[in-house]
């Protein structure tokens, strides 16, 4: 267990609906990760935030957005959703958000669009 | 911009093998190399980590890697797999000046140690 938790585990939803993934990191951590695995891309970074404020932003597609609430919770959104949305979405948190920094990873949410 | 090519996309190895996933980088500046391992239906724990110093890293189950500046590559190893090393591994770079803070990483190679 790495001490970061994503809710939920499972989302199946259906092409241009709305999604809400949530992530809590680990105690302590003020960094928040967010990637996609997906069969054909791999592992892709898409946006990290560091105590509330945009810190990086990677492949992130417009449709979606995040932000880092006061308690450090994270939420990722993903709106007008396409069947090459589905994919395992994994949250990450470090304790400085510094490159050297390890990540640990929560379990992921596996979003299913029909 | 920084790449990062994991030339095997699946190795199987008997069990007492030894084994080695190659990995290699692209980047115009220095770079921080991570090996992450992602078992069945779990999120990614990281491995071994070079930041620098010495080249050679390992772990505490028995993996190293070894940094080659030369060749650009971050190389796994292990003299002797066992079933639980059964998984996908992930090799990584982040770029290490200041301002950086994200991982790329590979395709990611799947280890199945046959018993």
């Known amino acids: 267990d790495s001490g970061v938790t994503q809710t939920p585990k499972h989302l199946i939803t259906a092409t241009g609906q709305r999604v809400t993934l949530r992530c809590s990191p680990r105690?302590?951590?003020?960094?928040v990760y967010w990637y996609q695995q997906s069969l054909d891309q791999g592992l892709q970074f898409l946006i990290q935030?560091?105590?509330?404020?945009?810190?990086a932003k990677g492949n992130i597609l417009e449709r979606f957005s995040a932000q880092q609430f006061p308690d450090l919770h994270s939420e990722l959104n993903l709106s007008s959703l396409e069947l090459g949305d589905s994919a395992l979405y994994f949250c990450?948190?470090?304790?400085?958000?510094?490159?050297?920094?390890?990540?640990?990873f929560g379990p992921g949410t596996r979003l299913t669009v029909l | 911009a920084q790449s990062v090519t994991q030339l095997d996309s699946q190795v199987p190895v008997f069990e007492e093998a030894p084994v080695e996933l190659r990995c290699n980088y692209s980047?115009?500046?220095?770079?921080?190399l991570f090996w992450y391992v992602q078992y069945p239906n779990q999120g990614l724990q990281l491995l071994l980590k070079?930041?620098?110093?010495?080249?050679l890293v390992e772990s505490i189950n028995g993996f190293e890697a070894e940094f080659n500046k030369s060749q650009t590559s971050f190389h796994l190893r292990k003299p002797s797999v066992h079933i639980s090393d059964t998984a996908e591994y992930f090799c990584a770079v982040s770029d290490s000046g200041a301002g950086s803070y994200q991982l790329t990483f590979g395709k990611g190679t799947k280890l199945s140690v046959i018993p």
């Open positions: 105690s302590g951590d003020l960094s």
């Open positions: 990450a948190s470090s304790v400085a958000g510094r490159a050297a920094n390890e990540q640990f």
């Open positions: 935030y560091y105590n509330g404020e945009e810190r």
């Open positions: 070079y930041l620098s110093g010495s080249t």
């Open positions: 980047s115009s500046v220095s770079v921080y």
